[in-house]
């Protein structure tokens, strides 16, 4: 079973940062949560990961809670291609276990 | 450099026959992952492999899934008997080693009449 909650939706204007929410209060200490996107038909495409320290790449923005237990994923100036379904997933093991994650649309 | 490939990209077939897919990983990631996808569903672990060896076969749903990586690169997953209920989009992932960032390919979309 998954071990990350997400909206299943949400809507952001282009140009404006998307922010994207995910819990996850059952992480263990030493596994990593990583963030993926999908656009329609394509393989999943990797953002950011993190352990406990805040994170960031040319792509986006991964802030953690100090417990752990939820993080958010930031699109600083969303563009109408980053119109996409986002996963939030824990590691275990090596595996990646995917939830239902967030369809963001990105609206001009 | 060339990313995650995977043959055929779309592969029709009929109820009760055999399936292979193949997945050509990244050139020197030792470890490689197969999920399955459904319509609407997050992708689901299936096996994943470290070198030639099965590290985590626990998502393969019964045994007519099967998968093989004699050499420790190309990679075939392999489906007996098909059933309806097995089409669905079959994505690889190569990762340099278990631990570190996978790196998926465009998938395989399986259909089975």
């Known amino acids: 079973d998954a071990k990350t909650t997400q909206p299943p939706s949400m809507d952001c204007a282009e140009g404006r940062a998307a922010n994207l929410p995910c819990n996850h209060s059952t992480i263990s200490g030493n596994e990593y949560v990583y963030w993926y996107r999908q656009i329609h038909s394509q393989g999943p495409q990797y953002i950011i990961h993190?352990?406990?320290n805040n994170e960031t790449n040319e792509m986006a923005s991964l802030i953690i809670t100090e417990d752990r237990k939820s993080s958010t994923l930031i699109l600083p100036h969303a563009t109408l291609r980053d119109t996409a379904v986002y996963y939030c997933?824990?590691?275990?093991?090596?595996?990646?276990?995917f939830g239902q994650g967030t369809e963001l649309s990105v609206k001009p | 450099g060339a990313g995650v490939s995977q043959t055929p990209s779309n592969k029709v077939t009929e109820k009760g026959k055999y399936v292979e897919l193949r997945c050509d990983p990244i050139?020197?990631?030792?470890?490689l992952y197969w999920y399955r996808q459904s319509l609407g569903q997050g992708p689901e672990f299936l096996i994943y492999?470290?070198?030639?060896?099965?590290?985590?076969d626990s998502g393969l749903p019964n045994d007519r899934f099967f998968a093989v990586r004699p050499e420790g690169s190309v990679s075939t997953l392999k489906i007996q008997r098909t059933e309806r209920g097995d089409s669905a989009v079959y994505l690889c992932?190569?990762?340099?080693?278990?631990?570190?960032?996978?790196?998926f390919g465009p998938g395989t979309r399986l259909l089975v009449l």
């Open positions: 050139s020197g990631h030792t470890a």
């Open positions: 997933i824990v590691r275990v093991r090596g595996k990646l276990i």
């Open positions: 993190g352990l406990k």
């Open positions: 492999f470290q070198g030639t060896g099965a590290a985590d």
């Open positions: 992932a190569s990762s340099s080693r278990a631990v570190e960032t996978q790196y």
